[in-house]
């Protein structure tokens, strides 16, 4: 048996490091963790030219000036010595690439029991959330990612974990002029960049997001039906250029796949809607793309409107009357439902819910929980204002009672069973709650019931029955 290879580099402040195992792979290069030093990751680029070590120096020197506070993304630490080309960067301990979610290892024999065991649905849908969050901060601060792609990006290994941390910051730009010789991780640049028309920027991080999002949710690639996959090479080139329909066109089926998720497990009504933004008029055409904004948006509506079926563990929007997996099939769980409004103190008596042009409640957010997974509402959630994403009221299904707890201490939250009844103060130490008659719900205030503030209406939906 041959001896195990090691490689060693070393960097220009003369520390040394034994390169351990590949974490991630873009358009430039490849990002390896360092042998004794779980703190500390290596890339190394492809080309080890001169004159690429000048403009990798001037890159780390860009993203060493950048506005970078509060961002997951990996800072350089030094560049590499001679002979190689690439840098020493910050790396954080338990995470592993996205592409892990991406599709299942080889020899798999259940893709439905890989998806499930990687957190299923639900988990996915945070994750990306929280990717697409990221990236519109990065956006928001006048940045460009540059190469978002599978192993640039990674994830926390632990299940109940949503954490995000981008690697590769040499990506990192200002400028979205076109530029000679581009590098970016094929199958993930928009045709705009594959074709040389244009130089990276917010919208071709836009599109790579979008692929990373459909291959996470639906395990297939939304530019790759069965005419390339079955087809010549020049076919995949044909697909990253724009020149085919992604593979869920609404009208051209040629470039359809039939490998997957089935849509419908896991897309919802404004995800579909979403994708089919990006990959049909927004394919070709830039500006019509979704930003990471809507991204956001989409993915975090999602999240908060899945539930997770208690025989199988499959997670699942609640708007569906069971469990979607076939070999399951369980009548969707009896669960909670919160939905956040507005409260105003300018109406008669004590208040009153805020109307939109419908004359129905302005909802300005929604969840949902059951027996086995909790409700949980954020800063954010109910306008505190910070707005920050810590969890601040937790609502659990007891039995024929509601028990709710306000975890936020700078915040005075109290609890109605109908408008205008007589009300508790809500407390960090859980108190339980009997709902009067069926169909009547709790309403939790958070804020001075004398102010403008949000208010939280739960009710409780008994399963597939409702």
């Known amino acids: 048996m041959p001896a195990e290879v090691r490689q060693y580099v070393a960097d220009t402040n003369g520390g040394r490091y034994e390169l351990h195992r590949p974490i991630g792979r873009g358009g430039q290069g490849a990002v390896y963790t360092c042998k004794g030093n779980p703190r500390i990751a290596i890339k190394l680029n492809h080309a080890a030219g001169d004159g690429q070590s000048e403009v990798l120096r001037q890159r780390m020197a860009m993203v060493k000036r950048m506005d970078l506070d ?29 592409s892990r979610l991406l ?60 954490d995000v941390y981008l690697i590769d910051s040499d990506n990192l730009r200002y400028s979205s002029r076109p530029e000679k010789g581009i590098l970016f991780t094929p199958g ?15 919208l071709t991080d836009s599109h790579a997001f979008a692929v990373i999002a459909f291959q996470v949710l639906t395990v297939c690639h939304p530019l790759l039906g069965d005419a390339v996959l079955d087809g010549e090479p020049a076919m995949e080139e044909m697909a990253f250029q724009g020149r085919l329909p992604w593979i869920d066109h609404p009208s051209d089926t040629h470039n359809r796949c039939r490998h997957g998720i089935p849509r419908g497990m896991v897309l919802s009504r404004v995800l579909a809607t979403t994708f089919e933004q990006a990959f049909n008029a927004g394919l070709n055409s830039p500006a019509d793309r979704p930003g990471m904004t809507s991204w956001a ?36 769980p009896r669960h909670a439902i919160a939905t956040v409004g507005i409260w105003d103190r300018s109406g ?26 909790p409700l949980s509402l954020t800063r954010e959630q109910l306008g505190l204002s910070d707005a920050k994403p810590e969890v601040a009221l937790v609502v659990r299904l007891e039995g024929a009672r509601i028990a709710a707890s306000c975890t936020a201490a700078d915040c005075v939250m109290t609890v109605a069973t109908i408008p205008g009844s007589p009300i508790r103060e809500l407390t960090e130490a859980s108190q339980a ?34």
């Open 103 to 162: 599709s299942p290892p080889s020899g798999v024999a259940s893709v439905k029991e890989w998806y499930r065991k990687g957190g299923g649905l639900r988990r996915r849908l945070r994750v990306l959330h929280r990717l697409a969050r990221v990236l519109s901060s990065v956006h928001g601060r006048g940045l460009v990612y540059g190469d978002p792609s599978p192993g640039n990006v990674l994830v926390s290994q632990e299940l109940d974990s949503d």
């Open 433 to 466: 709650f009997r709902l009067t008659s069926p169909g009547s719900s709790l309403y939790v205030h958070c804020g001075g019931i004398d102010t403008r503030h949000r208010v939280v209406r739960i009710s409780v939906k008994e399963g597939a029955e409702s």
């Open 70 to 98: 509060g961002l997951p993304i990996s800072r350089p630490v030094a560049m590499l010595a001679r002979p190689h080309v690439g840098y020493v960067m910050e790396l954080i301990t338990d995470m592993e690439p996205i």
């Open 297 to 332: 948006e989409a993915l975090q509506t999602a999240s908060r409107a899945t539930l997770v079926c208690p025989s199988c563990g499959w997670s699942f929007y609640f708007t569906g009357a069971q469990c979607p997996d076939p070999d399951c099939a369980r009548p969707r």
């Open 188 to 202: 993930y640049g928009a045709p705009e960049l594959v074709l040389g028309h244009t130089g990276m920027n917010t």
């Open 348 to 373: 008669s008596g004590q208040g009153e819910l805020c109307m939109g042009p419908n004359r129905r409640p302005l909802i300005v957010g929604s969840s949902v929980g059951s027996e086995t997974h």
